[in-house]
């Protein structure tokens, strides 16, 4: 064997070695279905030209839509604690599956009306049971790289689905339907057939509730933190295409400029997923906090599609850094009975920004653009400096599972 196939051997083994078989199945489902994810980034589109909604109503639909997703994530917390994660994921993502289809062809504005808070509900109840499942079958040591991954495969795969769903939209919104709907389904046969239900007996933990979660005060300070930091980060998503188009630039301009954030993430966060698992995950929130409010900062200065293209590339390097840290700080907060509710919490704070973060952002918008990404650099600030001052409580909470990294 060459030295250069045992280097890289030894490259590979860093970052993907020593995982279970069954966190590789959660890792394929999560990529199978994020590829199929090709009706949500277009909801808006479907519902104004297909469905021939105002654009009030469509508003409106998308904030139902919404509250069904806010909903969702401390009942499938529970679900995932009371049941198990299996059969939540499993079945969460069968009923996200029927959902689709009957949405696709639902044309009364009642039924997707109801149609759309049922997605809501259904469509990310996932999230609780499938950090759990992390949490339960990777070593404390691992969970960064374990989570990094699955953040990974997310980006991956949402990054090819807006590509290929763009293209199949023009034929029709219906295949795309049913695209997210078989994924889904492939999903949770996937998980049904080759992961363990890994939750603890009831025999081997005490009795808890969310009331236990809401109690402890470290937990809920971070979710506040995520909270600040999930309303700068959707900034992107949400209020810089209407301060592009505010500045005459095209839509075409948004979506180039955006295409810098996939690429970054599906190339670089691979090659440094290994060794930011072997930081502190609270100085790499603060640090990635700093960058991401930063980026958003430098937006202020920007009026091209090329010079927006290099803000996105700034908070892109601090949500690289991010990735995957918020999950291994949740987990080891949380007693593994109550992992499905910590994360159900954590998933609530991120449910609540994607209402807030168009409600206020617009409003900051409107008094001017520079008001808005000046509050994001603050707040991003704000965030990191709460970070670092929770940090050691969070490192002596984590010692008593496992040394967290130094």
């Given at each position: 064997?060459?030295?250069?196939?045992?280097?890289?051997?030894?490259?590979l083994?860093?970052r993907?070695?020593?995982?279970?078989?069954?966190?590789?199945?959660?890792?394929g489902?999560?990529?199978?279905?994020?590829?199929?994810?090709?009706?949500?980034?277009?909801?808006?589109?479907?519902?104004?030209?297909?469905?021939?909604?105002?654009?009030?109503?469509?508003?409106?639909?998308?904030t139902?839509?919404?509250?069904?997703?806010?909903?969702?994530?401390p009942?499938?917390?529970?679900?995932?604690?009371?049941?198990?994660?299996?059969?939540?994921?499993?079945?969460?993502?069968?009923?996200?599956?029927?959902?689709?289809?009957?949405?696709?062809?639902?044309?009364?504005?009642?039924?997707i009306?109801?149609?759309?808070?049922?997605?809501?509900?259904?469509?990310?109840?996932?999230?609780?049971?499938?950090h759990?499942?992390?949490?339960?079958l990777?070593?404390?040591?691992?969970?960064?790289?374990?989570?990094?991954?699955?953040?990974?495969?997310?980006?991956?795969?949402?990054?090819?689905?807006?590509?290929?769903?763009?293209?199949?939209?023009?034929?029709?919104?219906?295949?795309?339907?049913?695209?997210?709907?078989?994924?889904?389904?492939?999903?949770?046969?996937?998980?049904?057939?080759?992961?363990?239900?890994?939750?603890?007996?009831?025999?081997?933990?005490?009795?808890g509730?969310?009331?236990?979660?809401?109690r402890?005060?470290?937990?809920?300070?971070?979710?506040?933190?995520?909270?600040?930091?999930?309303?700068v980060y959707?900034?992107?998503?949400t209020?810089?295409?209407l301060?592009m188009?505010?500045?005459?630039?095209?839509?075409?301009a948004?979506?180039?400029?955006?295409?810098?954030?996939?690429?970054l993430i599906?190339?670089?966060?691979?090659l440094?997923?290994?060794?930011?698992?072997?930081?502190?995950?609270?100085r790499?929130?603060?640090?990635?906090?700093?960058?991401?409010?930063?980026?958003?900062?430098?937006?202020?200065?920007?009026?091209?599609?090329?010079?927006?293209?290099?803000?996105?590339?700034?908070?892109?390097?601090?949500?690289?850094?991010?990735?995957?840290?918020?999950?291994?700080?949740?987990?080891?907060?949380?007693?593994?009975?109550l992992?499905g509710?910590?994360?159900?919490l954590?998933?609530f704070?991120?449910?609540?920004?994607?209402?807030?973060?168009?409600?206020?952002g617009?409003?900051?918008?409107?008094?001017?653009?520079?008001?808005?990404?000046?509050?994001?650099?603050?707040?991003?600030?704000?965030?990191?400096?709460?970070?670092?001052?929770?940090?050691p409580?969070?490192?002596r909470?984590?010692?008593?599972?496992?040394?967290?990294?130094?």
């Open positions: 064997m060459t030295s250069t196939t045992i280097a890289r051997t030894g490259f083994r860093s993907i070695g020593g995982l279970p078989r069954p966190f590789w199945a959660l890792f489902g999560t990529l199978v279905n994020r590829l199929g994810t090709m009706v949500d980034p277009f909801i808006g589109v479907y519902l104004t030209q297909s469905r021939g909604m105002s654009l009030a109503a469509t508003g409106l639909v998308l139902v839509y919404g509250a069904g997703s806010l909903a969702s994530q009942v499938a917390g529970w679900m995932a604690d009371r049941f198990g994660r299996r059969v939540t994921l499993a079945g969460s993502m069968l009923l996200t599956a029927v959902a689709f289809i009957a949405l696709g062809y639902t044309t009364s504005i009642p039924g009306v109801v149609g759309m808070f049922v997605l809501g509900i259904v469509i990310d109840a996932y999230r609780p049971a499938s759990a499942l992390v949490a339960d990777v070593s404390p040591e691992d969970r960064p790289r374990a989570y990094g991954l699955i953040y990974w495969a997310l980006n991956l795969g949402f990054s090819v689905a807006m590509i290929a769903g763009g293209w199949l939209a023009k034929g029709g919104f219906t295949t795309l339907f049913w695209i997210d709907a078989i994924t889904c389904a492939a999903f949770a046969v996937l998980v049904w057939r080759a992961i363990p239900e890994t939750r603890p007996a009831k025999s081997e933990v005490s009795e509730g969310f009331g236990d979660v809401l402890d005060r470290l937990m809920v300070a971070f979710t506040l933190v995520n909270l600040v930091y999930a309303f959707l900034q992107g998503f209020t810089l295409p301060a188009a505010g500045q005459g630039l095209p839509t075409s948004y979506g180039s400029a955006m295409a810098v954030n996939g690429v599906v190339v670089i966060q691979p440094t997923n290994a060794w930011l698992a072997h930081r502190d995950p609270s790499l929130l603060a640090l990635g906090f700093v960058v991401v409010g930063g980026g958003f900062a430098l937006t202020t200065l920007m009026s091209s599609a090329l010079g927006h293209g290099a803000a996105i590339a700034v908070w892109t390097l601090g949500e690289i850094a991010l990735a995957g840290i918020p999950g291994t700080i949740v987990a080891a907060l949380a007693p593994p009975h992992r509710r910590y994360a159900g954590n998933g704070a991120w449910s609540a920004a994607s209402l807030l973060a168009p409600l206020l617009t409003r900051l918008l409107d008094v001017g653009a520079p008001v808005l990404w000046i509050t994001c650099g603050v707040l991003g600030a704000l965030a990191a400096a709460a970070m670092l001052a929770i940090a409580a969070i490192r909470r984590a010692g008593a599972e496992a040394p967290l990294p130094t």
